[in-house]
Each structure stands twice: as C-alpha cells, then as structure tokens.
C-alpha cells in the first residue's frame, strides 16, 4: 500500500482532511510532526494546508526552516514525490524547492470558493490520470495564491513543461494562471487549489481525486 | 492596602454593591479585590440585569445533556455523539476596532467550546450595520469581516454561514454575534476545581496589560465620544496561538490529564479561577508571581482581570502535571503551574509572600446582585403598530421585485461568505448561500443544519411576536435542510437596561422566545445578553439573534434551496396572508415605512411545516427546498432558481386570493416554503401535507433560463448580475474610517 | 514640487504583536540568539505633489490619520524628502 | 552592546503592488490628488546583541537574507541606531 507522510507544522490545519482523502483513495497516510529531523519511510509526502506559525512575516517563511524540511528536500533529491497544497506549495516555493514566490491576491480578499483548472501537463506523476485540456473542479481557499517569478525563469519554466494546472478563469492574479507547478525534474508539485477538498461527489467534485491517485499510481507502478 | 472611598465607582461599581461587597468580606475590600469584584460583576459577566428573565426559558429536553450556565450547552444528536453549540456577541469591541474585535470575538466563542472538551467544528456570524451609503459603515462591514476571515481561517475552523443585514440604528453600534459549534471528542470536561491539593495550570499566550477591564469597560455601559478614548483596551487576536491552545486543549482531554477545564475570556483570570471552585465548592489558591507576563511591573489587580487573549486553566491532578506540562511544550504553548485547588471556599491570591485577595469564590462567582429593573411599555409603540404597515402596492411587480433583489440585507452574501473558509474538516454538505448550513460530524452518518436569525424590524415593532418569529425562522431553515429542530442558542441584543422601555423589550423578547420554543420543542441551551448597544441615547431595535441546531440521521437527506432538474413541479406549502407587510423587506424598501405589526405567526402550523419537511425530506420526495422569509414568495423562487442556474415557469396568482397581487409575491406570511419534487412524488407529497395539514398549491414547473413570473418574465442571467453585484459595487466604493 | 514621502506605521507600545513575537521565537532556532523586542509594521512609500515641504507633511499626515495608519492601535512616523 | 535595528521590506521594483494601488485610488476619493507610486512594504523592528555596530549590521542583514525578505520579490534595507 501506498504510504504518504503528511507533515504537520504549527499552525497547519489541512492535516485532518488530507489524511481522510488519502486513507479514503487507499493510501495509508501517517502525520510526521514538523519537529522531527527525519521522514518514516514513506513513498509520498504531503506538505498540507493551513498557516504554518500563523504564516507570519511571510506564508512559508518561517516553515521553512522546521528539522523536517531537511528530510523533505533530502527525499525530493532522492526523487521522492512531495506535494505542497495551499499553504505546502508556499513553503515550497520559500524553501527554494520549487520556483517564484507566492503574493497577495490582486483582489486583496481571501477567497475560498471552487475553481476550474486546466491540465497543462498530463505527462507529470500528479497528473497521469488526466489528458491535457481536461478541466478539473477544485476549490481554492487562500489570500496569497499569486504567484509570481522573474521573467527569465518563467520562460524556463514553460519550456521545461513545469506549468501543470492552469485557472480557467484566473482569480488571484497568478502569473501565466498558474495554479500548480512541478520541479525541474518533475517529482516535486505545488498547487493553491485543494485536490483533498475534491474526493467526494457529495460535497461538490471528486475531481481532486484524478491528482491525488496519480501519484499513488505512479507510486504503484515504480515498484512493479 | 485598602481602597480608597470612591475607587469602587471609578471601576463601575454602585454604593450598594460596595456595601454588599463589604458585607461579603466583613471588612473593607482590597483594590485588587475591588477590581476582580468589578469585572466579575459588571453586567456583561454577571448578568446582573437579565438573570432574573433568563430563567424564565425553557432549558430541558431530552437531548440536553448540559443546559445554560456552562462553556456551550451540549446535545446529544446521535446515541453517544454530542455537540457543544454557543453563540457571543462582541458588538462593542467590533466599533472601536472592526477587523480586531471581531477577530477576538471568534476566538472567545472557539474557546468556550473547547471548554467543554469539544473540537469546533464550525462558526456562524451573524451581523448588523448601518446603511451602506454611510462610508464609516462601509469601513466597519469590511473590517470586521475581514478580522472574522482573518481569524477563522488561519484557526482552522469553518465559517459556514450566518445572516447579514442592514438598519440605520446599528449604524454606530453594529453587532457581530458569532456562533460556533464544536464536537465531543473523547469525553465532555467541565469548570470544575475539583480535588484538594490538584494544581492549576494556565496555559497559552502571556498575560499583558491589554484589555484591562475590558468587560466592564466596553459592554457595559453606554458609548458616546468618550468611548474613543477606551481604546488602550483594544486587543489583537492570534489565530495562531488560539490553534495551538486548542490543539494542546484537546489532547489534555483526550490523554485524561486534566480534571476540569475553563476558558479566560472576559474577567480575565478571576472568572475562571472563581467560577471553578464555586461550582466545585472548593477555594483556589494562586500566587500571581507565577502568571507568565508579556509587559513588566503588572500590578497585581491587572494580572487578575487583564483580559490577554488565548488563555485557558485547568485543574490538574499532581501525579499528571509533568505530562501536562510536557503536552503543552509540544504544541509551543507557555504553561504555568500557578496555584492549587483547596479546601476552603476561596479564592485567594499572593504576590510575594502578601494576600492581595481573599475572597469567598462565590461571592466572586454567583452573588453579584440580580436587579428587577423596571419595565415599561413604551407610548410610542402604540402608534408604530397603529400606523399604515406599508403594504400599499408597489408601481409595478416587476420593479419591486429588482430592488428587493438589489436590497442589501436580500442580496447575494457571496462577497462575505467567500472570505471565510467554510469547507475545512470536509463536512460542509450544505454550504453557505442555502437556508441553514448542514454539516456532517467527522467521520459519521449524522449531520446538524445550524441557522441564525434575528429579524430586528420584527422585534422593533413587538418584541415578543418578533422574537416568536426569530424563533420560528431559524427552526424554519433547519426544516427546509431536511432537520428537525433540536435546541437554540441565542444572543439578545438590545439597548439599555436602565432604560425601563428597553427592559420591558428585553422582559417581551424572553417571553416570546419562551413561548415559540416551547411550542416548538426546541429548548434553549445558553446564550448571551449583550446591553448597552446604543449611541447618544438611541437604542438599537432589540435583536435577538437566535441559532437554531437540528439534526439530520443522515446527512444524505439533506436538501438544498436549488432547483434540480428541468420539469420538476414547485409546490407552494403553507398559506399566504395578504397584510403580512409590518417590518417586511418590501415595506422598508418600495415604501421606506417600518411600522404597523409583524406577521402573525401559528406556532402549531409552524410546527405542522417542520415535521412534513423533515419527514419529507427523509423520505426523499424533495428534490429542493427553501423556506420563505425576507421578500416572500417572489424572493424565495429567484433564489431556488440562482442556486441552480435553472429558471422556471410560474403562476402564484392563486396563492393569495384574497390580496392584490402584490400580497402573493411580497408578504412575508411565515410557515412557508417552496419546493420543488419530480412529478412521481407530487401524490405522496400532497398526501403528506394533508395529514399534516399544511396547505399546498401546485404553482409551476422548473426550466429554461428565464424566471417567468406570468404577468412578466426576467431572465435568470439579469437577476443574478443584480444580486451578485449589490454588494461587491457598494464596498468598493471608499470606506471611512 | 514633487516630494517623497516614507512612512512608518507601527503598533503602539502595549498592543499585543503576535506577529512580532512568533519572529522572536523562531530566530534562535536559526541561530539567531540575543534579538529582542521585534515589532512589525507597515512602511508606506509615496510621490506627491505640493508647494513646500511643510505642506507636503501636513498631507500626508492627514492621509495616516484617515487612510494610511489606523490611530487606534497604529502610532505613525513621516518622514518627507 | 545593544543596537535597535530597523529593516524596510518592500516589493521589488517592476512587481505589482495591489495594496499601494488600492490606496492610490482611494486617496483621491478622501480628497487627496496628486499622489503617485504608492508602495506599501513591511517594517520590522528589533534590539540585538552585538560587539559593534558592524556585526549588528551583518547579522541583521543575514536575518533578512535568510528570513526577513523573500529575495525573489522582496528588497530591503537595515538601519543600526
Ligand atoms: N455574515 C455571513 N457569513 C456567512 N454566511 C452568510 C452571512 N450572511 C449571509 N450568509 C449566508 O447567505 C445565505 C442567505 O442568508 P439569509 O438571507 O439570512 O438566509 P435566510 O433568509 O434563509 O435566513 C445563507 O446561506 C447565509 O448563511
Ligand atoms: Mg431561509
């Protein structure tokens, strides 16, 4: 069975839900405290949603630093999968371990509402189960989801395939749209929109689910 | 050291409640005595004014298991499962510091729920402001939901509905009342300080000199200029350190660590430390060097009544205090052992070796005296009730029907609701935008729909039918999301009490809210009296704001106000009477008149209402369902069809035959509802109804993408630009502070 | 004329700042020891328009007090160039 | 030694700065013409430790490399007193 270590920070509070979507796809999911300087031995880790120590100064700036992250950043070079959702990807993007910065919204609100993102990339290990163009219900639920990156990099970025979901109707002011993105070497995703939040029909959309067992497939079949 | 003579009025105490003081001690009161007695019995904790009345409400049931006088009430909503639920207002905070005040106001409530050894779940805030053409207005509405999203996100816990409205007498006193819900996880705590010898732990952020006197400062009494200048007490609320104090909270509970568990709210540590050990009959021991500080040389009395945010005592057995200690370490919560539970019946307090405070805890606690202020029918209402009630017919139907849609206490509530995370937990089955929010308990079958309601204009024209019909709409809204209505929470919003006219409101509201729970078997688990909300002498309308719980066996029964699918029938349930135009939207709004008398209210057909549509929706014969209040008929199936992108085709000519036209689409006759079913349900619907006696008329069928009135027709795409829009245009126009 | 103007918006001294304190907390696990009393504030950089420096501070002084700054909990600092 | 240091956070030129834009155009609105360029940062204050000015200086600007600026949007500035 597929294992997923959720990362709990002081301050998150997506733990719960991401625990109950995974368990829920199959997974057998597990909360690894932020304080521990090494990671169980899991396929997958999630770094979830919430305000990691009231993402103070900045979302992500403090996280960042927690003994855990040094697991984390060990486990993506080993190639490891790790996803960021919300709060995740703004650590992620202030660890350095995936590109650009996450700013306010343009509308200056918090928004929490569903969201339709588009497939850019069905080729990464979050998105194999979708084809390019489909569009997946989400909902969001942030104040700092635009992201932004220098020009250059940004060029690079896009050539590389790195943009993965795309907002169909932008609502944060994101460069390029960009909801979620992947490293260079594809193993690592950051996203705003929340794939646990979308794993039941009943509570408006399980597309969320086509993400989330994407990388448990991909999990699967690299042991196989 | 010994108060000085007039100290006492400076803190807000009477000449009489210093002699009773006096009396209580046999001896002159210590300052910092004399300060821990002026919180504790200020109005805002002591209920001094309302207790009198309070205990006039209906308090037992079945499924309460903890009524009124704890953290939050309690409920049982399934065999071994039990919810807290408790509303707080924080109106006078909110004005002198929208985004902070409110803020705080959501920790306060979040914290009484944890009290009780329950995770919360979910919040409801109910507010009020003036009228939006007012830039300040504009300001505060903005602030204060910005602090609620602000502080309820970043904790954790969802915001899942409420109600917003608008009247030019909150204009300066608005009112933020917020509601929360919290699960039992492992077993109920109390506020007790049981046990001699136990110790007493306080735990979460240090203690500081904000909000000194808060309660008594900012709720009870009147605002004028000079409030400005209250302003040193302002606090600022730290989401942050809330969610690790409700972490550590909880699995202090879960791990059996602690014995009894309180909230510090206002009153600061007095009230916990006092209400602890008189509940228990036990005194509490404390040495107040040991309270972690944020600021340097605190006095004594300010340690004891600071009111320093995310603050909790609980009372601890020897043999766990390291564990304790260990658990609140973990989580990065500051604790303190600072005293012990003991034998004698008070509470005493020493700072470096000398008793500052020695006080009976009861005294501290319960024996704040309980007035009977006098009463009085205003002349005036006589009047109000007497004059024309608005409900002339309005140029033309179609217009009216595009500004109540336009009205801001009608329109689309999209613009607050989306600031609040309200889908955290998974359980949001009914989200904001319905009737009542239904949320399903983590992990299991069950689900309660909570809804809050206080038709202010209602209760301006009598307060006791207003309140009747608070009571009823908020029982309504649950029903229409396939519940049956269990219990309420409440808070009372009102003016003055040494106002005679304002109590007798006061004295009338709990005489109605008494009479229509009773009739509708939902018993009242707690609440909250907030006083004084006024400015330069102008009472607020009296506004009791009512959160009602149902439960839902299963949360696959519920309905939502959305139309379906193309075809289905829409049925009118209840009967419409042509002259329920007092206190009406449409009144205020086509004819700028708030007078005559509210809507007459059957509080046995109310109750006929709720059991079809509970039984109706258990049975699944509902396809949607949405209950008629604010705007009537007309109202009520442009928002059936908006939630579902689905518009329809109608005839309620007959509903009303009686009226003109207008009655039909505009009255606010309560015990209504419209629903909509496939036609195979329409026969046992109607049997249904039948036994139930309630009134039901077929009025027409859902489809296409125009709302087509008969005498008229909009198009579904016209109504939601005016709806989404109105108040998304208004805020972003400039807001003065 | 055109002037410069910067302005330093802090909470005042007894207000609570969470924000300054989980700053404080978090430094000396990078190894940051010996910091103390971190507060944070807004800085506000603005152009303007007016007839002389006095005038430029009257104005933006009136615009922390109604816009910039929120005088219940916030003290302000300008400073004109 | 002790030192007071202050830090000036502010987006970096060229990134758009919704909040300075919002109060540029509600300025207006209250009476206040002529204003442009409005940019609205973050100020942190705080007292450190220190030999002398210079090593307060070194480790205030390491905290902000490290931590009190996100270098891909964020400049700043240090002051020691
Ligand atoms: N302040 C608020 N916070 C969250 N939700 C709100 C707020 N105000 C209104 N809503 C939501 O908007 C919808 C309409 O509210 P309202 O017109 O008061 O409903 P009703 O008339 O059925 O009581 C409800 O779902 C309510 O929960
Ligand atoms: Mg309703």
Known sequence: MTSAGIVVFPGSNCEQDCMRSLAALGASPQYVWHAESALPDVDIVVLPGGFAHGDYLRTGAIARFSPVMDAVRKHAEAGGLVIGICNGFQILCEAGLLPGALRKNAGLKFLCKWTEVRVENATTRFTSRARVGDVLKIPINHFEGNWYSDPESWRRIRDNGQVVLTYVDNPNGSLGAVAGLCNETGNVMGLMPHPERACEATLGSDDGGVILRSMLDHVRDSVA | ????????????????????????????????????????????????????????????????????????????????????????????????????????????????????????????????????????????????????????????????????????????????????????????????????????????????????????????????????????????????????????SLELVARDLIVGLQDLGAGGISCPASEMAAKAGTGIYLTADDVHLREQEMQPFEIMISESQERMLAIVEPRCVDEALAVCAHWGVPARVIGEVTSSDRLEVDVGGDTVADVPARALADAAPVLDRARQRPEWIDDLQASPNGGDPPEDLAGA??????????????????????????????????????????????????????????????????????????????????????????????????????????????????????????????????????????????????????????????????????????????????????????????????????????????????????????????????????????????????????????????????????????????????????????????????????????????????????????????????TERALPNTLSASMDR | MAFSAQVNVMLKPGIADPQGQTIERSLPVLGYTGVRDVRVGKRIELQLEAADEGEARDRVTEMCDKLLANPVIESYEVTIQ
């Open chain 2, 1 to 248: 050291m010994t108060a000085d003579l007039l100290v006492h009025r400076e803190l807000g105490l009477t000449d009489d409640e210093l002699d009773q003081i006096r009396a209580e001690l046999g001896r002159e009161p210590t300052y910092t005595e004399l300060a821990m007695f002026s919180v504790m019995w200020s109005e805002h904790c002591s209920y001094k004014s309302s207790r009198l009345h309070l205990t006039k409400l209906p308090s037992k049931g079945d499924a309460i298991l903890v009524g009124p006088g704890e953290g939050a009430g309690i409920i049982e909503v399934a065999p071994g499962v039990a919810v807290a639920w408790k509303a707080e207002s924080h109106n006078h905070p909110s004005f002198v510091e929208p985004f902070n005040g409110a803020a705080t106001g959501v920790g306060g409530i979040i914290r009484d729920i944890v009290s009780m050894g329950a995770r919360p779940i979910a919040l409801m805030d109910s507010l009020r402001f003036g009228e939006l053409d007012d830039p300040r207005t504009r300001y505060l509405m903005d602030g204060v939901v910005h602090g609620i999203s602000s502080y309820g996100n970043s904790v954790g816990v969802p915001t899942v509905g409420g109600e917003t409205a608008f009247e030019d007498c909150y204009a300066d006193n608005p009112l933020v009342n917020v509601a929360c819900l919290g699960v039992v996880e492992h077993k109920l705590m109390q506020g007790r300080a049981t046990g001699t010898g136990n110790k007493v732990l306080l735990f979460g952020s240090s203690t500081g000199r904000d909000g000194i006197g808060g309660a008594s400062v900012l709720a009870s009494a009147g605002f004028d200029d000079s409030s400005m200048e209250k302003r040193p007490s302002v606090q600022v609320g730290d989401p942050f350190s809330e969610k690790l104090l409700i972490e550590a």
């Open chain 2, 401 to 722: 029907l595009s500004t109540l849609l336009a009205s801001p206490s009608i329109c689309s509530k999209r613009w607050v609701w989306e600031q609040y995370d309200h889908m955290i937990f998974l359980g949001t089955i009914g989200p904001p935008g319905g009737d009542a929010a239904v949320i399903r308990l983590p992990d299991r079958e069950v689900a309660v729909a909570i809804s809050t309601d206080g038709p202010g204009r209602y209760c301006y024209l009598d307060p006791c039918d207003g309140a009747r019909l608070a009571v009823a709409e908020s029982a309504r809204n649950v029903a229409a999301a396939g519940a049956r209505p269990v219990a309420i929470t409440n808070c009372l919003n009102l003016g003055n009490p040494e106002d005679p006219e304002v109590m007798w409101q006061f004295g009338e509201v709990i005489r109605g809210i008494s009479d229509a729970c009773n009739a509708l078997g939902t018993p009242v688990t707690g609440g909250n009296v907030s006083f004084y909300n006024e400015t330069k002498g102008r009472p607020i309308y009296p506004t009791p704001v009512i959160g009602m719980l149902g439960v839902l066996d299963s949360y696959r029964t519920a309905v939502g106000v959305g139309f379906v699918e193309e075809g289905h029938q829409i049925l009118l349930l209840g009967s419409t009477d042509p002259g329920d135009f007092g206190g009406s939207e449409y009144a205020k709004m086509i004819h700028r008149i708030v007078a005559g008398t509210p809507p007459k209210l059957d509080l046995q057909a109310e109750r006929s209402l709720h059991l079809l549509l509970h039984s109706a929706a258990t049975q699944g014969l509902m396809a949607s369902c949405h209950d008629l209040s604010h705007g009537g008929a007309a109202v009520a199936l442009v928002e059936c069809a908006m939630a579902a992108h689905l518009g329809f085709s109608v005839d309620i000519s007959d509903v009303c035959p009686q009226g003109e036209p207008h009655s039909a689409w505009f009255s606010e006759t309560p015990s209504r509802a419209v629903v909509s079913c496939a036609e195979e349900h329409v026969e046992t619907l109607a049997g249904l109804a039948a036994t139930h006696r309630v009134p039901l008329s077929l009025i027409g069928v859902t489809g296409g993408s125009d709302l087509d009135f008969g005498p008229f027709a909009i198009e579904l795409t016209t109504v939601e630009e005016i």
